[in-house]
């Protein structure tokens, strides 16, 4: 007599229990780590008393850093194409790194889908680079946070922000075919480096805080971990 070679829908149903209650406890796990790893600062010593005012920027859910358009020498507009931003005064530059995927597709939450958000968290993408022009001075608020640094740590926290960026043969940042979510403000670049659940936007803006010498969290995968030490 021939075996049955029929699907048993009571195995199916314990080996589909089994995943997705091994992936409630990754998930768990991870939520829990990046909480208790909110509470252990890095850069213990740092004042938040040099000359250069920065801001960090949070929607609630991604993070950036502002910095001024031009200070301590460094002249953003000759790295950052000035013509993708129209006319106008350019105060500051507000950047931000993330996947490519999302960021291009997804300029607000209803526009997220399933899809975008699992490639996102569980596969190595590509990236890109987010960068928002400031007319004038970040006004400060709950989501808006401003730091000040001297001019090393400055300097230090312009080279990680440059390694975002990837360049062509000539150095050149290169700039995505992308409008932008708002015409003449925003614009996005190619971005450097791979986005997974360990390398989230967030946590490379806490990267960046971290090489510029500012008291932050030792990891930080979500916005409100980056903005707790603020």
């Known amino acids: 007599m021939a075996t049955s070679s029929r699907i048993k829908p009571k195995k199916v149903l314990r080996y589909l229990g089994r995943f997705f209650l091994r992936f409630l406890l990754l ?3 991870y939520a829990l780590f990046a909480f208790l790893t909110t509470f252990i600062p890095v850069n213990r010593a740092f004042e938040d008393k040099g000359p250069i005012e920065i801001f960090v920027v949070s929607n609630g859910v991604h993070t950036d850093i502002c910095v001024p358009v031009q200070a301590a020498g460094v002249d953003w507009l ?3 194409p000035d013509s993708g931003f129209g006319g106008g005064t350019k105060r500051y530059l507000s950047m931000g790194w993330g996947e490519e995927d999302f960021y291009l597709n997804t300029p607000s939450w209803s526009d997220l889908s399933i899809g975008t958000a699992l490639s996102a968290i569980f596969l190595p993408t590509s990236t890109a680079m987010h960068v928002t022009v400031y007319r004038g001075k970040p006004i400060t608020s709950e989501n808006v946070r401003p730091l000040h640094l001297t001019k090393d740590q ?4 312009v080279a990680y922000l440059k390694k ?9 940042v290169q700039m995505l075919d992308h409008p932008g979510y708002r015409t003449g403000q925003d ?10 659940a360990f390398r989230t936007c967030n946590h490379w ?3 960046g805080l971290k090489a510029a010498g500012v008291k932050t969290a030792i990891w930080a995968p979500m916005a409100p971990s980056v903005m707790y030490w603020r």
């Open 27 to 29: 998930v768990v796990a």
């Open 205 to 207: 803006t806490n990267q």
């Open 154 to 157: 400055y300097v230090r926290l």
């Open 164 to 172: 975002g960026f990837a360049l062509d043969a000539a150095g050149r």
């Open 187 to 196: 614009r996005f670049f190619a971005g450097t480096l791979s986005y997974h």
């Open 78 to 80: 000759s790295f950052v």
